[in-house]
């Protein structure tokens, strides 16, 4: 005991020069990482968080450590379905917890982190409507949840998952292989309801909503400051979704050119989305937009469907043409600009000319 107990500064030290791994930045670590003794802590921490239903619920630090009395609370809430404490697939949820555990299984050949991700895994193919897409809960909840979820790129997501696992990378190596044809099949699902979705203005393909009615597929509302739009930021992602298809067809060859048309004439030039600093109150900010013309090319986050107008919503849900005429608390707490799409159309998207030149009668995969 006292040989530990002089050992302790030491450690103490070594601990405060390496903070404590956050779970936004767990799978950010180097490969050899995930077959450390950390690794397996955080692991089994997912294994407390999972719900009953497979997945798991989201905005919760998870690789933070636990007492034994936490875990016996968390376990308390494995059937939970309501409210924050449901699995979802939002906020990146689920599927990262699954990517973790694959990594972690594939280094340290724990059978109980396989378990759980092959209850997570049919949890995902379970949640898949039969249109192909997902819906932010599941169990399905009332409300904009059952909606078919682009926004924040949770479809595409769980999606770039299943594509991995149906392409047998090797971390996925260890799925059986029903699960894998299964997951196949939902990507070809998932691809389908992409191309459906898509929205057509004036019989021309534009991009896609943030979220789309599971019945209809039409774009819909979402919180009270989510309107009824073209989605730059999530149309983003789905593009490059569709880029990964190994052998597009010719319909995913029009969806993607037609996306990159719409992003290039949607651009907004000579502004910049700025954040100054508040004086009226301690580390507060205020977003604004200021006019420069040597700004890059910036891209709003929701546009007026006919009139490819950007569009701002506040918790009072009207329409506005102006971000600076909604409210500071939504201007201030929201992303209402993004650059993300720059890389896309000049360099993604160029790269995915260059390959397709290479293949150019092959069919989808």
């Known amino acids: 005991m006292a040989a530990l107990a002089a050992a302790a500064p030491a450690q103490t030290n070594e601990q405060q020069a390496a903070p404590a791994l956050k779970w936004r930045d767990a799978l950010k670590q180097k490969p050899e990482w995930y077959a450390g003794a950390e690794a397996l802590r955080v692991a089994d921490n997912l294994l407390v968080y999972q719900r009953d239903a497979g997945g798991w619920p989201k905005n919760i630090d998870m690789a933070a450590p636990l007492d034994e009395k936490q875990k016996s609370d968390l376990v308390k809430l494995k059937g939970a379905t309501g409210n924050e404490e449901a699995p979802t697939i939002d906020n990146s949820a689920t599927y990262t917890q699954l990517e973790y555990l694959a990594r972690v299984y594939t280094a340290q050949k724990q059978g109980r982190h396989r378990e759980a991700f092959l209850k997570g895994l049919d949890y995902l193919l379970a949640a898949q409507y039969e249109n192909g897409g997902w819906p932010q809960y599941y169990p399905l909840r009332k409300g904009y949840y059952t909606h078919i979820t682009y926004n924040d790129n949770a479809m595409v997501g769980v999606l770039e998952l299943l594509r991995d696992v149906a392409r047998r990378k090797p971390v996925y190596a260890f799925v059986d292989e029903a699960r894998r044809v299964k997951s196949e099949k939902a990507v070809g699902r998932g691809v389908e309801c992409i191309l459906k979705t898509q929205v057509k203005v004036n019989g021309k393909l534009t991009v896609w909503g943030a979220q789309h009615d599971e019945g209809t597929l039409a774009p819909a509302p979402a919180r009270k400051f989510e309107p009824v739009s073209l989605a730059s930021r999530e149309s983003v992602a789905v593009t490059r979704f569709l880029m990964g298809v190994e052998r597009p067809d010719p319909r995913i060859i029009e969806s993607i050119e037609s996306a990159v048309a719409w992003f290039n004439s949607s651009q907004l030039s000579g502004i910049r989305w700025v954040e100054k600093a508040d004086k009226s109150q301690p580390g ?65 998207y160029p790269a995915w000319q260059k390959r397709l030149k290479t293949q150019p009668n092959e069919q989808s995969k």
């Not at 700004?295 to 918790?315: D, K, M, Q, S, V």
């Open 284 to 348: 507060g900010f205020e977003r604004t937009v200021v006019k420069d013309p040597q700004a890059p090319p910036l891209w709003a986050r929701f546009y007026e469907i006919g009139t490819n107008r950007p569009i701002f919503e506040g918790r009072d849900s009207v329409v506005r043409y102006s971000v600076m005429e909604i409210e500071a608390e939504r201007r201030n707490g929201y992303g209402w600009y993004s650059e993300e799409p720059l890389k896309l159309i000049t360099k993604d």
